[in-house]
Antibody
Framework: QVQLQESGPGLVKPSQTLSLTCTVS??????????WSWIRQPAGKGLEWIGL???????NYNPSLKSRVTISLDTSKNQFSLKLSSVTAADTAMYYC??????WGQGTLVTVSS | QTVVTQEPSLTVSPGGTVTLTCASSTGAVTSGYYPNWFQQKPGQAPRALIY???NKHSWTPARFSGSLLGGKAALTLSGVQPEDEAEYYC?????????FGGGTKLTVL
């Protein structure tokens, strides 16, 4: 069974870059025709798709975030990562990583505050 | 950007049947939108239920089914259980991007 675990700073200052990593266990991030996604959820609100990366390395981002988002793979560590630049308080949310096979991490809360 | 619309809330009696729908602002939802459905309970991560319109994950209870209905994606729960009370989100692929619906809060009463 594939398991995912998000990690990264829980507090980021405004205008800085949010960086999160998703560590995958129970499966290889570089095998198969899969994709790996990031999703976020502000407290008390709905889900927002951030973007995804295919095992090939190609990416697809939410148009509203595209200018600030980078998703990458690290096959040597079986991880994929999210970078979101120029953050504001509006980026405060629970951040989840997920696979195209339906597996989700438990999420990590990121707060943007000075 | 595409707006995906779901019923804000629905109520169903235990043992009953309920259908949740998911509409796209760009037109009728087809299989090419690859509809997905997720369940989220308070304080928990979302759980995937349905992918590509009607396919179930290995952990999806048999009482959940997905379909296309009247130009929308639909999630039907048959024989609703108290533990089905949750928020349900649909996810559509449109114009090269995935978009979540706003969610339906399902109350079992």
């Amino acid at each position: 069974q594939v398991q995912l675990q998000e990690s990264g700073p829980g507090l980021v200052k405004p205008s800085q870059t949010l960086s999160l990593t998703c560590t995958v266990s129970g499966g290889s991030i570089s095998s198969g025709n899969y994709f790996w996604s990031w999703i976020r959820q502000p407290a008390g609100k709905g889900l927002e798709w951030i973007g995804l990366i295919y095992t090939s390395g190609s990416t697809n981002y939410n148009p509203s975030l595209k200018s600030r988002v980078t998703i990458s793979l690290d096959t040597s560590k079986n991880q994929f990562s999210l970078k979101l630049s120029s953050v504001t308080a509006a980026d405060t949310a629970m951040y989840y990583c997920a696979t195209s096979e339906g597996f989700w991490g438990q999420g990590t809360l990121v707060t943007v505050s000075s | 950007q595409t707006v995906v619309t779901q019923e804000p809330s629905l109520t169903v009696s235990p043992g009953g049947t309920v259908t949740l729908t998911c509409a796209s602002s760009t037109g009728a939802v087809t299989s090419g939108y690859y509809p997905n459905w997720f369940q989220q309970k308070p304080g928990q991560a979302p759980r995937a239920l349905i992918y590509t319109t009607s396919n179930k994950h290995s952990w999806t209870p048999a009482r959940f089914s997905g379909s296309l209905l009247g130009g929308k994606a639909a999630l039907t729960l048959s024989g609703v259980q108290p533990e089905d009370e949750a928020e349900y989100y649909c996810l559509l692929f449109d114009a090269g991007a995935w978009v979540f619906g706003g969610g339906t809060k399902l109350t079992v009463l």
